[in-house]
């Protein structure tokens, strides 16, 4: 392999956990001389790191590899390879039906990329899709192209088997990184100066390593450095403990901001969905959770259109949204996977209905996320500054412990800091304000 510094183009969808592989695979590939780059025309090695989800992400995938692949019908000596769930997903098909691409990776072999290049160069396709019991890339460090906030992966896979769900056969089993490995990280993201560490797992809050769990972690983490912010995703209701809600609640550092997914307001889906909790189980946590931490704000996933699901189900989870009131929502319509359980109940709710249930789930959640929004509108928020805004050159982005966007005229406030921002006005989605001038 030529020793001269090639560039690596790559583009990520899906999940969070996406993203941070993303920086793994590009630490595996800097050893061997690889350098990011974010032009495409550029790239000696072009990869998609893709997400399986849901039907329409799949397509969106498909769609930008057939454009990538522009670049190499330019220069046959560029490489083109996917990578994540999708390639976890097809498999050889992606290769051998379609002909697609040089290399297919999946989630759990990312420390073979090197010999797959070498191989992909030599004509060979490299395909290596096996998932792992043990794979968590803890002794690789991360290439993080930004500062301020990290992603930080402590465990992988997820053994919950929600019946809609492509998640556990794409990631695999369920495994938790060392208490100590993730600490060691958040000191050394805290001696780089990052001011923000997201904790990630599908199910962050069922890790265990054999001797601590996710409450032990978040203590530790919040404990490692209080004067960095740490958030974690994604929560489970199923594994929401007291002694979770607690450490939540006692540290100032760990963000007051819980991302619940409820998916369904009926009991009926959510059995056959395998969420294991019922509406009354949930209610109960989000009350638990709003006495100990009264200025949490709360955040779900919900899901229109399951196998089934009648207007009676679907009114039931306009009740829930109603009832909980959350600060915002990821809402979807159901997508029906291959090889899950619900693939074989059929996807009886047809398009249009789902489309409908859908739109009026996310009308009435704007509505409610506008009025809470409102509520802060002449008062002030500490945000954590994280970058210039993507509309305007004269604003900044920051985001509130409670995970709300703010935007405001920069003035003279710097990525990095954390300041008070008073809100003069704000939507569903974003607060707008002005600094307030600091004391020093
Ligand atoms: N582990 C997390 C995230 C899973 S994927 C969790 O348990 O919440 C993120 C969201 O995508 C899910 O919460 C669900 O709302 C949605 N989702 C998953 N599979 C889906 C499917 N087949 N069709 C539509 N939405 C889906
Ligand atoms: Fe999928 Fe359920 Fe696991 Fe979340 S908990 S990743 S929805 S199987
Ligand atoms: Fe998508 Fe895989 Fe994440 S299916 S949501 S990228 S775990």
Redesign the pocket.
Known sequence: METKSKKIYVETYG?QMNVADTEVVLSVLNEIGYTPTKEAANADLILVNTCS??DNAELRAHQRVSELKEHKRRNPEVLIGILGCMAERLRTTLVEKNNLVDLVVGPDEYRKLPKLIEDAYAGQRGIAVKLSRVENYDDITPLRTEGISAWLSVMRG?D?F?T????PFTRGRERSRSLKSVIEEVHKLSAQGFKEVTLLG??VNSYHDGEYDFADLLRSAAEADSTMRIRYM?S?PQDMSDKLIETIAVHKNICKYVHL?V?SGSNRILKLMNRTYTVEHYLGLMQKIKQAIPEASFST???AGFPTETNEDHAMTLEILKEVRFDGA?M??????ESTKAWDMGDDVTEELKVERLNEIIELQNGIAFDINQTLIGKEVEVLIERDSSRSADDLLGRTDTNKKTLFPRENGAVGEIRSVKIERANAQTLFGTLVPSMN
Do not use: E
């Open positions: 999940c989800v849901r997820c919950k929600c809609f769900c492509v998640v599908q199910n994604t489970h997914p998916q996933d919900i899901m990821f979807f319509k159901y997508s029906p996977r």
